[in-house]
């Protein structure tokens, strides 16, 4: 079994154990996807030597996991786990590497412009190094304070510092966007000609998403059917194991936003995981395109794709579904159109 493949599991096994509020162990198993995503260690000569534990974070219970995996290609850890969360099935699938199997970039991350704790460049050069050859910087609307938003002004302000970083990058696209916040009637929290002025703009439920169902139904169809929006972003706002996500009419509005060319975000922190795969296929049967996105707000967060790959995969999406595997001028058509 390939690190690679390995990571995928340990990342599922952190998925339901967040969705069991077990968080210290969700996050042990995280981690230790990481660590194989970034070191590529021999699992087979580690399970011969018996040396799983002297990687970094495995204790005995994660190298009792590993050491299935490799001897069997499976875990029924794993699989009791996703009996007990009531998850879909394993689908036969092999995990390639993000960037082989053809990720082109992340179109959705945060700078120090709001929340995030980077600078413009330190990002797109973090995402460049990955292999990238694009990556959307989307910093906050207004309307969350806490976050340090970006109104029109500071957005233009933004497009220059972009400009500025794009001149140092050869072979890499910066694309300046921004999450937008969907407010509670549905509304976009920026004047219209500020977002035309975008690349690309992620509309996203931040606040507000215990609606009742028929008026957060109604919130949803007016953002997918606003002429600027390109991707809704983590469309249901849930947190695995401690917040549900906004209920709506989720078919409607996944068919509307398919009727639109809007796109159904699969946000890839393991703190959202959202759309989930089980709603992702909801979408994909009414006709929706997706991104797979990280909203990283520190270039080491880059990774979150690398640990979601396996949500596509069982959704059963197809790459040519999903935004970040079109090169540049194939996106930016798409944008445009
Ligand atoms: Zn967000
Ligand atoms: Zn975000």
Not at 57 to 78: D, F, M, N, P, Q
Not at 186 to 211: I, N
Not at 270 to 292: H, I, K, N, Y
């Amino acid at each position: 079994m390939s690190p690679d493949e390995a990571a995928a599991y340990m990342a599922e096994i952190a998925y339901h154990l967040r969705h069991k509020q077990d968080q210290h162990r969700a996050r042990a198993f995280s981690k230790v996807a990481a660590v194989l995503l970034r070191d590529h260690p021999d699992l087979e000569a580690a399970v011969r030597a018996d040396k799983l534990e002297s990687l970094e974070g495995v204790g005995s219970g994660i190298a009792r996991v590993l050491k299935e995996l490799v001897e069997t290609g499976g875990s029924e850890y794993l699989q009791r786990l996703r009996e007990e969360t009531g998850a879909a099935p394993e689908v036969a699938a092999r995990i390639t590497p993000l960037v082989e199997s053809g990720y082109q970039g992340d179109l959705h991350c945060h700078t120090d412009w709001s929340d995030g704790g980077s600078s413009v460049l330190a990002m797109a050069r973090a995402a460049q190094a990955r292999g990238y050859r694009y990556l959307a910087v989307t910093d906050h609307s207004p309307a969350i304070t806490v976050v340090n938003g970006l109104g029109p002004e500071r957005l233009a302000a933004q497009r220059r510092v972009i400009d500025e970083a794009q001149a140092q990058l050869e072979g890499f696209t910066i694309l300046q966007g921004c999450e937008v916040d969907i407010l509670p009637d549905g509304s976009l929290d920026l004047p219209d000609a500020a977002l035309a002025a975008l690349d690309l703009v992620v509309a996203s439920p931040h606040f507000k998403l215990r609606m009742e169902r028929p008026a957060m139904t109604e919130r949803m169809l007016k953002a997918v059917n606003h002429p600027e929006v390109d991707i809704v972003g983590h469309p249901t706002g849930r947190r695995p194991g401690s917040r549900a996500g906004a209920e709506y009419d989720f078919e409607a509005v996944f068919a509307a936003a398919a009727a639109n060319g809007v796109v159904m975000e699969i946000d890839c922190d393991p703190a959202r995981m959202d759309l989930s795969p089980e709603l992702a296929e909801v979408a994909f049967a009414q006709g929706c395109s997706f991104s797979l996105d990280s909203d990283a707000h520190a270039p080491d967060q880059f990774v979150y794709v690398d640990l979601a790959l396996w949500m596509p995969h069982r959704a059963r999406i197809p790459t040519e579904r999903i935004l970040n595997w079109l090169p540049i001028d194939r996106l930016q058509e798409v944008l445009r159109g």
